[in-house]
């Protein structure tokens, strides 16, 4: 079983960082690839970036690209979002998710492609 937990949420000034942490408390998620998606209040929950099983390959939806990094460490069991030139727009609940991969180096971008879900951190981005 995948047990994921977010942390690292906060209040930041626009400009500033913030790293989001995603450690799985069950089996390992080797297998698994990994993505984060995020959802402001009234609006439908959006994918962030998602990276591969092997940590090879990740992907970054456009308002996202050059900001953030994702990255995972299979042996802590663990996914990161390195947030970094926060804007006010990017305030919402970030989750982590987990798909079980086909191939080594799939990425899924879509919402109903990941098998589990974390319950959420806020990230507030003040101007």
């Known amino acids: 079983q995948v047990q994921l937990v977010e942390s690292g949420g906060g209040l930041v000034q626009a400009g500033g960082s913030l790293r989001l942490s995603c450690a799985n408390s069950?089996?390992?998620?080797?297998?698994?690839?990994m993505g984060w998606f995020r959802q402001a209040p009234g609006k439908e929950r959006e994918f962030v970036a998602a990276?591969?099983?092997?940590?090879?390959?990740?992907y970054y939806t456009d308002s996202v690209k050059g900001r953030f990094t994702i990255s995972r460490d299979n042996a802590k069991n663990t996914v990161y979002l390195q947030m970094n030139s926060l804007k006010p727009e990017d305030t919402a609940v970030y989750y982590c998710?987990?798909?079980?991969?086909?191939?080594?180096?799939?990425?899924?971008?879509?919402?109903?492609?990941?098998?589990?879900w974390g319950q959420g951190t806020q990230v507030t981005v003040s101007s």
């Open positions: 998710a987990a798909a079980r991969a086909r191939f080594s180096d799939s990425i899924y971008v879509g919402p109903d492609q990941y098998n589990y």
């Open positions: 069950g089996r390992t998620f080797n297998n698994y690839a």
């Open positions: 990276i591969s099983w092997t940590g090879d390959s990740a």
